[in-house]
């Protein structure tokens, strides 16, 4: 028995509905065009003042450059794997310079690469505030009670990146028995 038209209706709508998270990931584009505007503002602010610049400074300059590239490292991934996962297939193969990850990533490679780059800039974060403990200028003043929640954080983020790899590993071993 054919289904009703109405039926019809309804699920071709709500697949449609899809497109609604489109200007979304127009907002992750204008995000990391100001993530490029911060790195860029940071490189011009540092770069006069590097031949006067410690190495533990030029460290920390460094650290933070990497920390942006992280998170703009990140919008892309989310930006590009999100977009194909659930809006549409990006109809650019003939792309010379396509990354070899486009297309490949399902959701669950798609969380492990999301927590993998959080540990990663949370881990390059608390390395800074690490560096600036004594330092006179420092962004922050050290603060025991600070440094200690910022290692409970990054540690809560890495148990939570191993749990998700337990949980995907046992959910593909239980796959495979299905």
């Known amino acids: 028995m054919p289904k009703p038209e109405i039926e019809t209706r309804f699920e071709r709508g709500l697949f449609a ?7 979304m990931y127009l907002g992750l584009v204008v995000s990391l065009a100001m993530l490029t505007i911060v790195f860029t503002r940071e490189l011009i602010y540092y770069l006069p003042r590097v031949f006067d610049m410690s190495a533990e400074e030029a460290i920390l300059v460094v650290l933070t450059l990497i920390d942006l590239s992280l998170a703009g490292n990140l919008l892309l991934i989310v930006l590009f794997s999100g977009y194909e996962n659930f809006v549409s297939k990006l109809d650019i193969a003939d792309t010379v310079d396509r990354p070899s990850w486009m297309g490949t990533v399902d959701f669950a490679g798609l969380k492990m690469k999301l927590i993998a780059s959080i540990v990663a800039i949370s881990g390059i974060h608390l390395l800074k505030r690490f560096m600036e403990i004594g330092e006179a200028d420092a962004e922050a003043p050290f603060n025991e009670a600070h440094l200690y929640w910022l290692v409970i954080i990054h540690l809560t983020f ?4 191993v ?13 495979k028995h299905a």
């Open 163 to 175: 749990l998700l790899a337990c949980m995907d590993w046992l959910a593909a071993r239980t796959g």
């Open 158 to 161: 890495v148990v939570s990146g």
């Open 17 to 23: 509905s899809r497109w609604l998270m489109a200007p």
